[in-house]
Each structure stands twice: as C-alpha cells, then as structure tokens.
C-alpha cells in the first residue's frame, strides 16, 4: 500500500525551513519531509516502536518521568507566547477510531495553563456547518495572538472522509489539497505555526480497543457502532491518509507519524516535539513598560 502520486512544489517554493530543521532525540524519522512526499508508505512506520524504550513497565515508567519534564518545559514556552501576544500555536490530531487523541490531549495539553489553550473537536458537520464552504468551521475556532489551539479532527476530514465514502465528486476532494496547502501557508504568514500529528496504531491494536470499550463498563460509552464501519473500511483509510499525508506535510506545516499503539511513548513523542517546535519559536516576554525602576509601592 502507498501512494505515488503528483506533489505541488510550489507549496515550498521560498519557505523557509526551520520547521524541518533536525530535533535530533530520533525525532526526525517522525516527520513526513516535503522533499520525500511523494511516496509515502505506513506500512514503513511501526506503529508498535517505542524508541530506545522497553516495552516494560519499567520503560514506560522512564518514559512518563521524561513526558512530565516536558510539559514542564511547554508549561514555561506557553506562558512566554502568552505574554509575547503576538503568534499562536494551531496543532491537529488525525487518527483512525480509537487512535488516541482525547488521551493525547489529557496527556500533553491537560498539563499547561487553559487559559492560554483551547481545544475544538470536529465531528460531522452540522446542518449550519454543511451549508458553508468547508473551511468555514474551521477559521472561526483559530487561535488568536498568544494563544494554543487544539484541533481534535480537523480540515482534513473534508478530504479523508469523501475519499472514502465517495460522497463528493473526486475532482472537488482532489481540488482540497493545493486549497489546504494554501489556507495553512497563509496562516504561517499570519504568525500562527501549524504542527499536525497523525496517530499511528496497527488494526489489531484497534481492535483490542475497541473490544475494550465493550467489556468495561465505564467505557461502553465511548463505544460507536460506526467505528465498526469504519474499521471495515480499514485499507481504504490507510490509503487516503498516505496520500493526504504526502501532499499535504510542508515546510510550514508539517505532518508527523506518530506511533500510538503504546500510549505513554505516543505522548512523549509529541511533546518533545511540540516542545522543540515552540522552543525554535523562541517567544519572548515583552519589554517592561519604561519608569518601573522609579515606583515605590506604598506601604
């Protein structure tokens, strides 16, 4: 399974590439470079890898003591772009049914200061939603100046979804990749960095999922007879997402492939990077107001 196909060079031409510089910490085996998107296979990323991490208790214990250190870090990079008030953070999770993103948000977003993050989920448009071009839900929950915005689904179900269930004609899908490239290179322009994480589990790990969701009761509420339709659609899926990660992971936005059939190293992962992402943003506090050496607070 891969996709092959066209890639808009353009999309890169000029742009600046600090976004795909080399974090190092084997990060970069993560991210879908632009030069390399024209071919794009999953099956070349394990979805089961945990690193230099043991598969044992002992590993994700290690693990989870390296994920606080980093939201630690975030928590510290988000109050100085809170400050600063001038650029923002958009970051998107994509993932197949039970892929983990609540669980990512609870992990990596739940530690830092929700005054300065939000999060948006986007399910199925509603009547409203579905009268309006589809990237019209979308720009109404962007982040302003200062601020982290989490995108649970995203824009791209306007192309994964149609793809799949063949509800719209293929030449208005096909017209959505150089219009999303576009709309995210114009919000790099606007200040906002654009992070997006695709969580990557194998289909039998799905399945123990979703199987769990059935037999624990506090969980049966998360369960979906759709995700079921969805799962027997499993290879179509992975075919659409290799193409759509393909032609659409740029400079200024790039994808990564995260291996999420171990939750505890899938968290890490993201946040080193969302840290390193931030820290290369370098936000700074602002300069104090001129004359504060000369006030003296009463008693």
């Known amino acids: 399974m891969a996709y092959d196909g066209g890639v808009n060079a353009a999309d890169d031409a000029g742009v600046p590439t600090g976004s795909f510089d080399a974090f190092g910490d084997g990060l970069d085996a993560y991210r879908v470079e632009p030069s390399k998107r024209k071919s794009l296979r999953l099956s070349d990323y394990d979805p089961d890898d945990t ?20 939201t630690e870090r975030m928590q510290a990079l988000q ?12 970051i998107v999770f994509q993932a197949p049914d039970t892929g983990g993103k609540d669980g990512t ?59 799949v269930l063949k509800t719209e004609e293929a030449a208005v899908v096909e017209g959505r990749y150089d219009e999303i490239n576009a709309f995210e290179r114009n919000l790099a322009e606007k200040g906002v960095t654009v992070v997006k994480f695709f969580l990557h ?22 369960f979906d007879p ?8 499993w290879e179509q899926y992975m075919r659409v997402y290799e193409k759509m990660l393909a032609r659409t992971s740029t400079a200024r936005a790039p994808w990564y492939v995260i291996p999420a059939n171990h939750k505890w190293y899938r968290s890490l992962v993201i946040a080193r990077i969302l840290r390193k992402t931030m820290e290369a943003m370098d936000p700074r ?6 004359g504060l050496d000369s006030i003296i607070i009463p008693d």
């Not at 991490?53 to 980093?70: I, R, T």
């Not at 990237?135 to 179900?157: A, C, D, Q, T």
């Not at 759709?226 to 659609?233: T, W």
């Open 51 to 70: 690193g230099d991490f043991s598969k044992n208790k002992k590993g994700k214990k290690k693990a989870l003591k390296q994920l606080a250190k980093e």
């Open 105 to 163: 948000i609870r992990w990596v977003i739940g530690p830092l200061n929700p005054q300065g993050v939000r999060v948006s989920n986007f399910k199925k448009p509603s009547a409203v939603e579905a009268r309006h071009h589809y990237l019209w839900r979308i720009k109404k929950e962007l982040p302003k100046p200062g601020m982290m915005r989490v995108f649970n689904r995203s824009h791209y179900e306007d192309i994964l979804v149609p793809s």
């Open 226 to 233: 759709n995700d079921l339709k969805s799962r027997a659609l």
């Open 201 to 222: 589990i194998s289909k039998d790990e799905q399945k123990r999922r979703l199987q769990a969701r059935l037999d624990d009761p506090e969980k049966t509420w998360k």
């Open 285 to 290: 506090f602002p300069p104090p107001p001129e």
């Open 79 to 90: 109050q100085r772009l809170y400050a600063e008030g001038k650029r923002s953070v958009l």
